[in-house]
């Protein structure tokens, strides 16, 4: 049974291909992104945009690279991947400005982004740098005491508290500053998302109020078509009614008339008859 065991080929589990997700951006597909969403934000003069700027530059990103219909973005996407991008930015311009231009960002965006929303990430900044988050408190040894007098027995010493080392927080206390002031510089940049968010909402609903009265209104419009219609027949109809009894009743008094001078000619000519025989009686 051992040898047996041994000469079966090893079992191997069945490979599993890896997941794709539909909201991956390669690089050509988010530098179409930075450059529509850059030219609508600037023709905005740095404002947020709307949700018909958004489907704009969703259409722009679906022109270039929505060919295959996993590829193509919605509006809702392209934002969120502005967002991302937006906060990967502000972390690499920490990183940056901490170093005091020691180092340079090799993020392929990072300069088109500095250039888009660098100057209000600057506007932004408060004007007095804020306190850090650690800084080390200074030690202050208190003085010792007056020597007490012979007679008291001599108390313990205690033992004196080493001093603190703040060379740690020394070296990071610009990285430490930096962080906090991104990290105001986001709240920022959340509240005016979800205001943005809070528009974009209300456009939204909107919208779908005024297709609902477009809709209540052509409704209506057709009820009133309707009526006006029947309206119509029914009047066209009278007039119908009417004119045929006018013609009616203009034939029966021709026809009156004419039988009328029928008569009278008939008794003109019998009296003419009986003249006639009177005289030659």
Same mark, same amino acid.
């Given at each position: 049974m051992g040898? +047996?065991?041994d000469s079966l080929p090893p079992s191997t589990a069945p #490979?599993?291909?890896a997941p794709f997700r539909e909201d991956c951006w390669s690089e050509d597909a988010t530098s179409t992104l930075v450059d529509a969403w850059g030219r609508r934000y600037i023709e905005l003069n740095r404002g947020n945009l709307r949700q018909k700027d958004w489907q704009e530059v969703a259409d722009a990103v679906n022109a270039r690279h929505g060919h295959v219909k996993k590829a193509r973005r919605t509006d809702v996407q392209c934002k969120n991947r502005i967002d991302t991008i937006k906060k990967k930015y502000k972390i690499?311009? *920490?990183r940056v400005t901490t170093s005091n231009g020691a180092l340079t960002?090799?993020?392929?965006?990072?300069?088109r982004l500095d250039a888009l929303i660098g100057p209000t990430l600057s506007a932004k900044k408060p004007s007095s740098a804020s306190p850090p988050l650690a800084l080390p408190l200074p030690?202050?040894?208190t003085p010792s005491p007056a020597a007490p007098s012979a007679s008291v027995? *001599? +108390?313990p010493q205690k033992r004196p !508290?080493? *001093?603190v080392d703040d060379s740690y927080f020394r070296r990071n206390y610009s990285a430490v500053a930096a962080a906090a002031a991104a990290e105001a510089v986001d709240e920022d940049e959340d509240e005016e998302e979800e205001e943005e968010e809070s528009r974009w909402s209300a456009e939204r609903s909107g919208d779908v109020d005024g297709m609902r009265q477009l809709a209540r209104a052509i409704e209506r419009f057709g009820e009133i078509y309707e009526k006006v219609e029947a309206e119509k027949q029914k009047q066209m109809f009278e007039l119908e009614k009417q004119? !045929? #009894?006018f013609a009616k009743d203009v034939e029966f008094q021709r026809m009156k008339m004419f039988m009328d001078t029928q008569v009278q000619l008939e008794k003109i000519k019998r009296a003419k008859r009986s003249g006639l025989n009177d005289i030659y009686s």
């Open positions: 040898d +047996l065991t #490979q599993r291909s690499e311009k *920490a960002s090799s993020w392929p965006f990072f300069s030690y202050w040894k027995g *001599a +108390l !508290m080493p *001093a004119r !045929m #009894q």
